[in-house]
């Protein structure tokens, strides 16, 4: 079994020991009861990591005397989930297991048939909560490169990002084209765009362009036709 993982933003400091301390220490020590003796990994979520041994632990945190310390590359290509805003648990479910197989970023679209209301202040929590949910599944998940989220994305902020993208495609149920089939291909970022439970409008694909593809003869939920996606592209790139 793997050492834990816990987010610390100066793992890099050139110092003998690291005090892992506020709520993330807390976490380790109270919720997670790490105690002295056992082995942690303390990352900044963006590749750098420090190894060591915890030496004590309070309520407030850990102290842990770093014995190795790395950077891991990102890996590549670069995969980014536009996933259509979902309803209650299931926007959980989504960001939970797309940060688990090993996507990048996750792009919360406000899609016409998302029935989500954008107020501001509705925004900023549902990109607090997604933001929460990728930061623990992305030390759940092991990784050294956490999961980012970005703001909620109308579909004109979509369409810029689908335009820059080396592949870019749309999960479709009625597509002829099969999402595993596509080869070569291209070098550069993937975008993959998962419509809301009631399916994309025509307007939307015309204005992305983006090909759209299919999974498979079954029809997914939207929680999970984007970790499908994923997974098939990571096999084919990162996952061979």
């Known amino acids: 079994m793997g050492i834990p993982v816990f987010h610390h933003a100066e793992v890099s400091t050139d110092t ?15 919720v997670r009861r790490i105690g002295p003796g056992e082995r942690v990994r303390l990352t900044d979520g963006q590749g750098a990591y420090a190894d060591g041994t915890v030496t004590s632990a309070s309520k407030g945190g ?11 590359p990102r890996p590549g290509p670069r995969i980014v989930v ?12 989504a960001v939970e297991m797309l940060t688990e197989v090993g996507v990048d970023e996750i792009v919360p679209w406000n899609a016409d048939r998302s029935q989500f209301r954008t107020n501001p202040e509705r925004v900023a929590k549902t990109h607090a909560k997604w933001k929460a949910w990728a930061f623990e599944a992305s030390k759940q998940a092991r990784r050294t490169w956490f999961c980012d989220v970005a703001p909620v994305a109308s579909t004109a902020e979509v369409a810029a990002l689908v335009a820059k ?9 009625e597509a002829d084209l099969r999402l595993a089939a596509l080869d070569p291909l ?15 409008t025509p307007a939307e694909l015309e204005t992305f362009g983006a090909p759209p593809v299919l999974l ?18 990571l096999a084919r790139t990162r996952w061979t």
């Open 16 to 30: 003998p020991d690291l005090a892992l301390t506020g709520a993330e220490g807390r976490h380790a020590a109270v």
């Open 82 to 93: 536009v996933q259509a805003l979902p309803k209650g648990e299931r926007a959980e479910l």
């Open 186 to 200: 291209p070098p550069g970022d993937i975008v993959i765009v998962v419509g809301p439970e009631g399916g994309l």
């Open 62 to 72: 850990l102290v842990v005397t770093v014995e190795e310390r790395g950077a891991v």
């Open 216 to 233: 498979g003869d079954t029809v997914l939920r939207t929680s999970t036709a984007g970790v499908a996606a994923a997974s098939v592209l």
């Open 165 to 173: 993208a080396g592949l870019a495609v749309v999960l479709h149920e």
